[in-house]
């Protein structure tokens, strides 16, 4: 069972850096991609940046240059750290893990936590 915890959201100024943490308490984290999302209030929400079981991220154009997904196994933890923050990276943002299972989609989510980005 995968059970995700998001951490480090708060409110900061334009320009100033966050670091993300999403911490899983089950004992298969590694074998998961693990992806940030973000919603912002009457908007879908977004995938921000996703890193696989093997270490290769991706990133979502908005955020390219300026954010970095990481994943540390040993501590079942991934990280976003997020530079250069501006006023629309203001959202929830959501922790995901999900694997294919044959032919089943396998995800979990974490309950999110607020960034404020002010300008």
């Known amino acids: 069972q995968v059970q995700l915890v998001e951490s480090g959201g708060d409110y900061v100024h334009s320009g100033e850096s966050l670091r993300l943490s999403c911490a899983d308490s089950?004992?298969?984290?590694?074998?998961?991609?693990i992806g940030w999302y973000r919603q912002a209030p009457g908007n879908q929400r977004e995938l921000v940046a996703s890193i696989t079981a093997g270490g290769s991220p991706n990133y979502a154009p908005f955020v390219q240059g300026r954010f970095t997904i990481s994943r540390d196994n040993t501590k079942k933890t991934a990280y976003l750290q997020m530079n250069s923050l501006r006023p629309d990276d203001t959202a929830v943002y959501y922790c995901n893990a999900a694997r294919i299972v044959g032919a089943t989609w396998e995800d979990y989510w974490g309950q999110g936590t607020q960034v404020t980005v002010s300008s």
């Open positions: 089950g004992r298969l984290f590694s074998i998961y991609t």
